[in-house]
């Protein structure tokens, strides 16, 4: 059994309240104002800790990316989900998706807990890049968590590859006659009308994390490059 200090405790605690009230880990700042921890250093020593008792894993490209490896139940606590990231979607211009047959991205994953997916069976999670679902409360950078399906009802928000084009969409599904009409939500943009042998469905949004930090990021990017974050998304 791992002996755990009060402060780290304090700081697991900490990554627990966040992954239960948001969906999502906190950063080292947020875990510094949750448990009144002045320095980074310390809680990254901790963190560190943390991780050689095999309690955590972190992965040191994302700011949050902290993944408890243990339920945690005591207290009132709710068992955890991993979900794969498993890439982008673009809520805009469709995206092209690289021409392989191996895995598309990493093995980055994000914790969920299971009060918030109850059945975690087909599910991934996509970064969504672009403006056109902003109506939705769907903002670039923020993280939808998927569940894998081929077919869609009418107003279902899905992620769709358009085969003839080798591009993927994130947009809200609809039978229109004899085509498929794929919807953004926002009025400045234009539905897709597509052939439906040439629309496969990958998924349906089953939950919508905001990352209000996430989308910060993006911005000072796209004006420090003076480009969009995401190939002009219209």
């Known amino acids: 059994m791992v002996t755990l200090s009060d402060r780290q405790r ?3 605690e900490a990554i627990r309240r966040s992954i239960s009230s948001h969906g999502y880990p906190p950063t080292v700042r947020e875990i510094c104002a949750a448990t009144g921890i002045s320095s980074t250093s310390v809680v990254n020593y901790n963190l560190k800790r943390l991780e050689e008792a095999g309690l955590l894993r972190r992965n040191p490209d994302t700011s949050r990316g902290i993944r408890l490896l243990e339920a945690l139940e005591s207290d009132g606590g709710s068992a955890l989900v991993s979900v794969p990231l498993l890439g982008r979607i673009a809520a805009g211009v469709p995206l092209p998706i690289p021409d392989t047959e191996g895995p598309l991205f ?3 994953t994000i914790s969920l807990t299971r009060d918030l997916l109850a059945d975690d069976e087909g ?3 996509l970064e969504v890049r672009g403006q056109s679902m902003i109506d939705a409360l769907i903002n670039d950078g923020d993280i939808v968590v998927m569940r894998h399906q081929t077919v869609a009802e009418n ?4 992620a769709v590859w358009l085969q003839e084009e080798r591009e993927t969409t994130l947009k809200r ?4 006659g004899n085509l498929v009409r794929l919807q953004p939500a926002n009025p400045s943009m234009q539905p897709i009308y597509a052939d439906p042998a040439n629309v496969e469905i990958q998924g349906k949004v089953v939950l919508v994390i905001r990352q209000p930090e996430r ?5 000072r990017e796209a004006r420090r490059t003076d480009t969009p974050a995401l190939a002009r998304s219209r």
């Open 215 to 219: 989308r910060g990021a993006l911005a």
């Open 123 to 125: 599910i991934y999670a």
């Open 10 to 12: 304090d700081i697991v």
């Open 106 to 108: 990493s093995d980055e």
């Open 173 to 176: 599904f609809y039978h229109e």
């Open 155 to 158: 107003g279902d928000l899905v």
